[in-house]
């Protein structure tokens, strides 16, 4: 008898510690994680795409499309420099002329990019494989889970002025500090 009723209280246990992690909603979760990691994070979205004010919700969208518009750019820039006749595409043979000239680390990288980005398998990257294999490392370098957690930023907006400052920032982590 004794061994059921641990039984039960141990699964009854294990509920209620999933029941509680699953109400910690993904900001609270980030902010517990690492929460120097996190105020840095946050202090740099405010103090760069905040106004006087505050961070707002166009700032954050400004921040995330920046953020993937850098990856995306980047990603399309190393395979345009493999276009080494300006057609607009990238094949084989000029990829093999790129990693001669490239460190170890890059030939890995280089090759592994072509591979992905040439969907259809026809040894050339076209201008749409580009557009495609950019906008993927955009989505890498910014998930969308990433950007719904900057965009719940907006809930610690303590005033409800429509503007997250700051102080109001930590004032949020201060609180989430006394509870844990």
């Known amino acids: 008898m004794v061994k059921v009723v641990a039984a039960v ?19 609270e979760d980030a902010m517990r994680k690492d929460p120097d990691r996190f ?8 103090a760069g795409f905040g106004g006087p004010a505050g961070l707002t919700p166009a700032g954050i969208e400004e921040h995330v499309a920046l953020e993937r518009a850098t990856a995306r ?34 030939r890995g990288r280089l090759e ?6 040439d969907v259809d398998a026809d040894n050339k990257i076209n201008a749409a494989e580009m557009r495609s294999e950019g906008q993927a490392a955009a989505l890498r370098a910014l998930t969308d889970a ?34 844990t």
């Open 73 to 106: 750019a980047g990603a399309m820039r190393r395979l345009l420099a493999m276009d080494l006749d300006n057609d607009g595409s990238v094949t084989r043979d000029e990829l093999g002329v790129t990693l001669r000239a490239a460190s170890a680390t890059a």
């Open 39 to 46: 105020r840095v994070m946050a202090e740099d979205v405010i």
């Open 146 to 179: 990433e950007a719904a957690i900057l965009r719940s930023l907006m809930t610690l907006d303590a005033n409800q002025d429509g503007a997250l400052a700051q102080e109001e920032l930590r004032q949020a982590l201060q609180r989430l500090d006394e509870v």
């Open 9 to 27: 209280m141990l699964v009854m246990l294990v509920m209620l510690q999933t029941a509680w992690a699953e109400s910690v909603s993904p900001l």
């Open 112 to 117: 592994r990019q072509f591979t992905a980005a």
